[in-house]
């Protein structure tokens, strides 16, 4: 399979706990994106890398959230001391870059905080 | 006022009917505009990129862009059940230093057979 991948797609967790997801993008593609969507919404862009440089965060992304992409390959997303109001579906996307690109989606990863 | 405005829906068309799909951008400076399909549960998948005024066609889907009006749409002709899904607006801006997507809150499709 060689498109974009996400671990977990399922995560539980209790409120106050930390987690952290991983997205492999397709092997090529030097952008990489997060992005989190709740019911009835569309993707809420959070933070994305060119290579493995940081260069746009969202303003709504707390200080809870923190995103690596280490080497410029794999990206790691860890959100410190869940709240419920984390409880979302994060996705993940990866693209070749420039303006016009095309993102390819990860299937993403559901959490749900108790 | 959003950044990326659609109409929510429902929109319930029957099957073989022409499907019209509308959607409004805030910032001028957007450069490229896309449209997506997202199935219930599902990722969003690319359906048709647009970055210039005029339509442009991909076998039953049209997508039309007027930058002046900052206004883009989809059109779906020959309208199936298989296309009943959400379809999600997004539009590219750049800023200093780099780049955003924003997608609007998307379209929910019925197709009725």
């Known amino acids: 399979d060689t498109g974009v991948s996400q671990d977990p797609r399922h995560k539980i967790t209790k409120r106050g706990q930390n987690v952290t997801f991983r997205c492999d993008p397709i092997s090529e593609h030097n952008r990489l994106y997060w992005y989190r969507q709740t019911l009835g919404q569309g993707p809420e862009f959070l933070t994305y890398f060119q290579n493995e440089a940081q260069l746009e965060k969202s303003r709504l992304l707390s200080d809870r959230f923190s995103a690596e992409r280490p080497k410029g390959s794999f990206s790691t997303l860890e959100i410190q001391r869940t709240e419920q109001g984390d409880s979302a579906m994060y996705l993940c996307?990866?693209?070749?870059?420039?303006?016009?690109?095309?993102?390819?989606f990860g299937p993403g990863t559901r959490l749900l905080v108790l | 006022q959003k950044e990326v405005e659609q109409n929510s829906g429902p929109l319930s068309v029957p099957e073989g009917a022409i499907a019209s799909l509308n959607c409004t951008y805030s910032?001028?400076?957007?450069?490229?505009f896309f449209w997506y399909r997202q199935y219930s549960g599902k990722s969003p998948e690319l359906i048709m990129s647009i970055y210039s005024n005029g339509d442009k066609e991909d076998g039953r889907f049209t997508a039309q862009l007027n930058k002046a009006s900052q206004y883009v749409s989809l059109l779906i002709r020959d309208s199936q059940p298989s296309d009943s899904a959400t379809y999600l607006c997004?539009?590219?801006?750049?800023?200093?230093?780099?780049?955003?997507?924003?997608f609007g809150a998307g379209t929910r499709l019925f197709v009725k057979a």
């Open positions: 910032d001028r400076g957007s450069q490229s």
């Open positions: 997004a539009v590219i801006h750049g800023s200093t230093g780099g780049f955003k997507t924003i």
């Open positions: 996307a990866s693209s070749l870059g420039g303006l016009q690109e095309t993102q390819y």
